[in-house]
């Protein structure tokens, strides 16, 4: 079992910054990409960002330029930093990690509990 647990979440001023962790731990034999998705009130959730075993990255357009995903597999995390954040980017944020339990285990996707970030003044 992989479980991931999510911090840094909170209130802040538009044109603020945070931080947002998402730590794994369980049965963890590799830990392919890590992501991070959003879902605000009402809407689909999305991706955010995506970071490869490769530190390759990849980033919604409605955050590039300001959203900056990274790793450290020696603590099997993953973070978000936000700056110049808006209004809009008001929502729960979860953390995704693909994982392999084992060798001989198929990859498989596991979900944080979320944390929520609100934008306003």
């Known amino acids: 079992q992989v479980h991931l647990v999510e911090s840094g979440g909170g209130l802040v001023q538009p044109g603020g910054s945070l931080r947002l962790s998402c730590a794994a731990s369980g049965s963890i034999f590799m830990n392919n990409s890590m992501a991070w998705y959003r879902q605000a009130p009402g809407k689909q959730r999305e991706l955010v960002a995506v970071i490869t075993s490769g530190d390759s990255t990849n980033y919604a357009d409605s955050v590039k330029g300001r959203f900056t995903i990274s790793r450290d597999d020696a603590k099997n995390t993953v973070y978000l930093q936000m700056n110049s954040l808006k209004p809009e980017d008001t929502a729960v944020y979860c953390c995704?990690?693909?994982?392999?339990?084992?060798?001989?285990?198929?990859?498989?996707?596991?979900w944080g509990q979320g944390t929520q970030v609100t934008v306003s003044s």
């Open positions: 995704n990690a693909l994982v392999r339990t084992d060798w001989y285990r198929p990859e498989l996707h596991y």
